[in-house]
């Protein structure tokens, strides 16, 4: 894999990692609560989804990044130790 789209793949990764943080970050406060409105249950629901892709998109670019690796060959990655 050449070097640009390496690093294009690593700060995709580090912004999806930022938003499965934050929208981890609003459901906790959101769990937390002793009662949820109706919107705060929508959004729950929401955030729950949301999350849930931004992990599948991050597993996603670590496979192809793992199973191209250097040059398209087969290898590790840095990709390998990002966790979710």
């Known amino acids: 894999m050449d070097q640009p789209l390496e690093a294009e793949l690593s700060a995709e990764v580090a912004r999806l990692l930022t938003e499965h943080q934050r929208y981890s970050l609003r459901l906790h406060q959101l769990v937390t609560k002793p009662y949820l409105s109706v919107e705060e249950q929508m959004e729950e629901v929401r955030l729950k ?36």
């Open 49 to 84: 989804k949301l999350k849930l892709h931004a992990k599948d998109l991050i597993s996603a670019i670590q496979m192809r990044v793992t199973t191209q690796g250097p040059a398209g060959h087969a290898g590790a990655s840095q990709a390998q130790s990002l966790q979710v």
